[in-house]
């Protein structure tokens, strides 16, 4: 059995890996935004932006349908979701994975660490 410590590390990790793709983006548009409102920037300098965009963009996708199988194979492996409730996060994962993902993390893997027992004193 695996300590408190180590499973809060392991979700945390989890965590890191659903939501990075998000910011990811977020960072790669912000930086389009500046190249493509700044005037003196050439062209091939656009096209080597776009041309990192689609790569990025492929690893985007890649990394998120790679955490959206952990998660679907997690939600019918694990005992903390109801068997009626497996449908409907089913369906959340897969239509809005990007923002269901941190949401049933929550719920279903943070959630489910047990808090440390106090001592008695």
Do not use: C
């Not at 997690?74 to 941190?102: C, D, Q």
């Amino acid at each position: 059995m695996r300590s408190i410590t180590s499973k809060r590390i392991l979700a945390l990790s989890l965590l890191v890996i659903t939501v990075a793709p998000i910011f990811i983006s977020f960072f790669m548009h912000r930086l389009g935004n500046n190249l493509f409102d700044n005037p003196s920037v050439t062209a091939n300098a656009i096209r080597s932006h776009v041309d990192r965009m689609l790569l990025w963009g492929t690893i985007l996708t890649i990394w998120n349908m790679a955490t959206l199988v952990f998660y679907l194979a997690y939600l019918h492996k694990t005992n903390h979701v109801s068997t009626k409730e497996r449908p409907f996060w089913t369906l959340a994962l897969i239509v809005g994975n990007i923002v269901a993902m941190p949401i049933f993390w929550y719920r279903y893997v943070w959630q489910t660490i047990e808090p440390p027992q106090s001592k008695p004193g």
